[in-house]
């Protein structure tokens, strides 16, 4: 259970991001996490909900754009996907295999609302 | 205004950057540091004792041993070989981060040391997740655990640099099947570097002790 320390690393970020761009409100959070990082979705907003209160991010909707797992076999070239269990090549039965994808673990971006200028504010 | 702003950061963003910290103080002094990663009862411990026991003389070597809850069991033991251990208390979190470990690597005195060894949290997730300012990452994995870790927990295999398969002299009572565990290796991390190993009888362990004295010189120069 390390996603409490997962998701501070997420809040520290997007407070950081959305200070520098003014925001008054950070409404959603778009992360790309690949099946070979071992992170529960429910337990990230479980603890989000936790310790966002009283930041600008409260509210704010994780969405997790889950990556498959892909393997790319040396031998022959073939592309698969990891499903459930670990597998050699289907087509040529090899274990020499590179990972092309999976091992995502990274913010893409936040959604905010900016704060509104002073209309009041006299340029003189 | 709705405004999407771009970010495109690893999350674990500020436990890296305290790790490279960790990193650049063990750098400069020349200190070669290794993450021992494991499950609970893999034989860590252990084997840190019998590296104790078989490293030359000359190879100074400190302990910085992670535990869940405040008890100084292995530290004690470290410390009975004659080696300066630093106990980490993690107060029930799964794993080490950086922030834990360089504040351990202050107690230590790096003048004195030219091997730094970082005893994970006994578990086969939440350690891979982590960066701690080691210069590699192993991996212990024991015989009675079963062949099929590889298969159950693909993310620690992936990021070790060295995998030590521990209580080869188990494996008469044992089911495990060396060829299925390889391979299941083998597809995760091609061409690892692997020492079989028993910590109880000192087996195997003259590669290793190689191994080490190689990285220490290359830290060295």
């Known amino acids: 259970m390390h996603e409490l320390a997962v998701t501070q690393s997420i809040l520290e970020i997007v407070l950081k991001s959305a200070m520098e761009n003014d925001a008054e409100e950070v409404t959603d959070i778009n992360l790309t996490i690949g099946a070979l990082s071992s992170i529960i979705d429910d337990s990230v907003q479980f603890y989000w909900d936790q310790i966002s209160q009283g930041t600008i991010a409260q509210n704010a909707r994780l969405h997790f754009n889950r990556v498959l797992a892909t393997f790319r076999c040396r031998q022959c070239g073939t592309e698969y996907d990891l499903n459930e269990e670990l597998t050699p090549c289907p087509t040529c039965n090899s274990i020499n295999l590179d990972i092309i994808s999976g091992e995502e673990f990274q913010i893409d971006n936040i959604e905010i609302k900016k704060k509104e200028a002073d209309k009041n504010e006299t340029t003189c | ?221």
């Open chain 2, 1 to 221: 205004m709705k405004q999407r702003v771009e970010i495109v950061k690893r999350i674990m963003d500020s436990n890296d950057q305290l790790a490279q910290q960790n990193r650049k103080k063990l750098d400069d002094k020349k200190v070669f540091a290794i993450n021992v990663m494991a499950s609970p009862g893999a034989g860590k411990t252990t084997f840190i004792l019998q590296t104790i026991a078989k490293l030359p003389e000359n190879l100074r070597m400190g302990v910085i041993e992670g535990d869940t809850a405040p008890v100084t069991i292995d530290s004690d033991k470290i410390m009975a070989a004659g080696m300066p251990a630093v106990q980490i208390n993690t107060g029930g979190d799964c794993h080490l981060d950086a922030n834990m470990v360089g504040l351990a690597i202050d107690e230590l005195d790096l003048e004195d040391i030219d091997l730094l060894l970082i005893e994970n949290v006994g578990n086969l997730i939440c350690p891979a997740g982590f960066a701690l300012g080691h210069h590699a990452n192993i991996l212990i994995a024991s015989t009675p655990e079963g062949d099929d870790k590889p298969y159950k927990y693909p993310n620690i295999y992936r990021g070790i640099d060295v995998l030590i398969i521990n209580k080869i002299d188990l494996l008469p009572y044992t089911d495990f099947d060396m060829d299925y565990f390889r391979a299941g290796v083998e597809m995760l991390n091609p061409g690892l570097k692997t020492f079989a190993v028993s910590a109880k009888t000192g087996e195997g362990f003259e590669d290793w002790i190689a191994w080490i004295q190689e990285k220490v010189a290359e830290a060295r120069s």
